[in-house]
């Protein structure tokens, strides 16, 4: 007969062993599935952003919801996720199927006219469980233990009138008795931006700081997407710098050596507009083509479904048939565009709404009393010279093509992007 002590032993030994199996469950749990939370929430800020860039293009126009499928891919892809795994663009990111429609019922729908809602959702495979695989190993029952598990994150934008904006830091002075809501301006008018100084007369559009202030550097700063105004604000009257030009440029997929397209975002396309290709020397947003026009040109709509460069020759900044030569620009220290098309690094991978711009209209005193919406028309020459943009509309009419960024709740004025759920 074995002493009592020896059997004692042998128990404690088996408890210790479940207890310590047991432990190892808990930790398991704990380890992997922070991960999996983590994962979660990672994935759901690329569902975020991908839903807001989505929404942002959602104006009605025929090409809307192609633009929105852009926009919200390379919005949402710009994000890591899987612990910032650089492993994240290999492994299935945000893709066409990922993004779908909803009309003011909350049905599906494929028809721009129609689509007031975008859900963004995505199923991220393949996230490696840690301690519940070895727990598997560990008990012979792998089934019960998944090496790897999926997290799914969704995200469903529209938009609403705000309360602040994000326009480009110039000003619009009404024309002489113009009123609301066009200030005496045509739908498809030209209107110079002065870079001499501030807009002083009616009709013109200056250089305007958004916080007050006239500081240069400022103005890039704002341009490039630090702001935040409202109707009342009394706004700066700053110097233009010659570096200003690089961040206007980029909304053309125009860069110095140094640009890039996936930091300094293009707009859908970079195709240009002066009286050099465009004789009409207006409607160049959706208009027909003019006579006289060369022959690459069509208008703004048209380029941004074909994600056109500058000149739609390539990635040429000089030379035959090159930007340059088709606009009569001069784009010194200019040396390349982003790439035309279905390209890799180009409008179409990295595009975003980028040249259609809100746009403060000042009175007298430099105080906000209202906002257009303009399309940017031309690059920035070296040196600067003046340039046009073209009058849309009002920024707050529903049909707008202007969507701006701020905090959503106000009763008019742009359209900002807003998550729903």
């Known amino acids: 007969m074995r002493p009592t002590t020896h059997r004692q032993q042998g128990v404690t030994i088996v408890t210790s062993a479940m207890v310590l199996l047991f432990l190892m469950g808990f930790m398991g749990i704990a380890l992997d599935f922070g991960r999996l939370f983590i994962v979660k929430t990672e994935l759901q800020t690329a569902m975020d952003s991908c839903a807001l860039a989505a929404a942002q293009e959602l104006n009605r126009a025929p090409d809307s919801l192609t633009r929105a499928r852009s926009a919200g891919i390379a919005a949402g892809n710009l994000n890591r996720v899987d612990l910032q795994s650089a492993d994240w663009r290999n492994r299935g990111q945000i893709s066409d199927p990922d993004i779908t429609f909803k009309n003011a019922g909350y049905d599906d729908t494929t028809t721009p006219a129609d689509a007031v809602y975008v859900q963004c959702q ?20 792998p089934a019960t233990y998944p090496n790897t598990q999926n997290v799914l994150a969704l995200a469903v934008a529209t938009r609403a009138s705000a309360q602040t904006t994000c326009p480009i830091p110039v000003a619009l002075k009404p024309k002489p008795g113009g009123t609301a809501p066009n200030y005496g301006f045509i739908r498809g008018d030209w209107v110079t931006l002065i870079m001499a100084q501030n807009a002083s ?52 997929g125009i860069y110095r050596n140094a ?30 083509t003019p006579a006289g026009a060369h022959s ?49 690094g180009g ?15 000042i009175n007298d005193s430099s105080q906000v009393i209202d906002y257009a919406c303009m399309l940017m ?39 900002v992007p807003v998550l729903v759920q």
């Open 122 to 141: 995505h199923t991220h495979t393949g996230v490696q469980m840690w301690l519940l695989q070895a727990m598997g190993a560990f008990s012979g029952a």
């Open 201 to 252: 007369a009616g009709g013109e559009i200056g250089w305007a700081n958004l916080d007050g202030s006239n500081n240069a550097s400022q103005t890039e700063a704002e341009l490039e997407g630090s702001c935040g105004t409202e109707v009342g604000d009394e706004l700066g009257t700053p110097g233009v710098q010659t570096s200003v030009a690089d961040v206007w440029n980029y909304r053309f």
């Open 259 to 288: 640009g890039d397209p996936a930091v300094n975002r293009p707009d859908f396309t970079g195709y240009s507009y002066t009286l050099a290709n465009w004789p009409s020397g207006r409607n160049a947003y959706d208009g027909p």
């Open 296 to 344: 690459t040109a069509a208008n703004f709509v048209s380029k941004r479904q074909q994600y056109a460069s500058c000149a739609d020759t390539g990635t040429r900044v000089r030379g035959a048939n090159s930007c340059e030569t088709i606009t009569g620009l001069s784009l010194n220290s200019f040396q390349r565009l982003a790439a035309p098309g279905n390209a890799a």
């Open 347 to 361: 409008h179409r991978q990295y595009g975003s709404n980028r040249r259609i711009a809100v746009v403060p209209v």
């Open 377 to 415: 028309l031309q690059p920035l020459s070296i040196p600067m010279t003046d340039v046009q943009l073209e009058f849309l509309g009002n920024a707050g009419e529903a049909n707008s093509p202007c969507t701006t960024n701020g905090l959503p709740g106000g009763s008019a004025g742009p359209l």
